[in-house]
């Protein structure tokens, strides 16, 4: 790259460099979320551990008992303020989760250039992670990870965007080709970043294979991939619903439809799809609160 000439071949060089030579630099995950994800890992931990974790953040705290009042979680008309009963509602993984989501909300994915491009690809994620886990408990499979899964699979983004985004300030690209090479680039290596990131972070096994391998479409259909299989079922179809005819990610209802169909049959398929709107909407809102 020189005299302001953008190369997206040596942009995507260097990085593939830096992969190799363990030189990326990684987001730090904040310390409460790194050991509230060490304590959900550990078959005795308890609420009181919990607790205590999550009381190191109260601006967590109290968007967890926020959540926990919301209609998402409410089983009643109650109102709760007590954090303890708060976790208890929404359960030691659904603790873990928002604490994930809380993280990435205000620290990883954020941005001052490509602000808009990160929030879209953070709520396709966690729209991902919605349409994850309902496959799993319709197939009764992979639950523990699905949200969690779809929720990190495109956390090698953020990393590129702030590359990209120092590389991109030296050229002449006007913002629609910015965006059309950031694509290329983040398609290409936001899974072999993602997987490098889970490593750092010490990230449960099955995650980091699925950041690694979820836009592989040669993964043999065995029990062994079947958490890949599951989020790459989900990201497809989020993609598709979310997306429309847009290029990011797109991928025709065919497509979709022939990935799903070994985990359910068509008229389940078809009711997911009906629901989408409501599940976008619980995305959004979920965004929105965890700010």
């Not at 995650?207 to 599951?230: A, C, F, G, K, S």
Request: with cysteine; net charge negative.
């Amino acid at each position: 790259m020189d005299n302001g000439t953008f190369d997206i071949d040596s942009l995507f060089e260097e990085f593939s460099k830096k992969i190799k030579a363990n030189r990326i630099e990684v987001p730090p995950l904040p310390h409460v979320a790194a050991e509230i994800m060490r304590l959900s890992m550990q078959e005795d931990t308890t609420f009181a551990k919990l607790e205590s974790a999550v009381r190191m953040d109260q601006y967590l705290a109290a968007k967890i008992v926020g959540m926990a009042n919301s209609a998402l979680f409410a089983r009643s008309s109650v109102q709760t303020a007590n954090l303890r009963m708060a976790m208890s509602r929404i359960g030691l993984r659904g603790v873990r989760d928002l604490a994930m989501a809380y993280s990435l909300a205000n620290n990883t994915f954020q941005s001052t250039t490509f602000s808009d491009t990160l929030r879209e690809v953070w709520v396709h994620s966690l729209s991902t992670a919605i349409l994850a886990e309902l496959l799993a408990r319709e197939v009764g499979e992979g639950v523990e990870y699905s949200f969690m899964a779809g929720l990190v699979h495109n956390i090698g983004t953020p990393t590129i965007v702030k590359s990209f985004e120092s590389f991109s300030a030296t050229t002449s690209l006007n913002s629609e080709e910015a965006q059309a090479a950031f694509k290329k680039l983040d398609l290409a290596l936001h899974p072999k970043i993602g997987a490098f990131i889970a490593k750092r972070w010490s990230l449960p096994d099955p995650l980091e294979q699925i950041l690694r391998e979820h836009h592989d479409d040669d993964l043999p259909p065995d029990q062994t991939h079947y958490p890949v299989h599951l989020v790459r079922c989900a990201l497809r179809l989020a993609s598709h619903l979310e997306n429309g005819a847009k290029d990011y990610e797109f991928v025709e209802p065919a497509e979709a439809f022939k990935m799903l169909l070994p985990y359910m049959g068509k008229e389940k398929i078809e009711e997911m799809i009906q629901d989408w709107p409501q599940t976008k909407e619980v995305a959004q809102m979920t965004l929105s609160s965890m700010l």
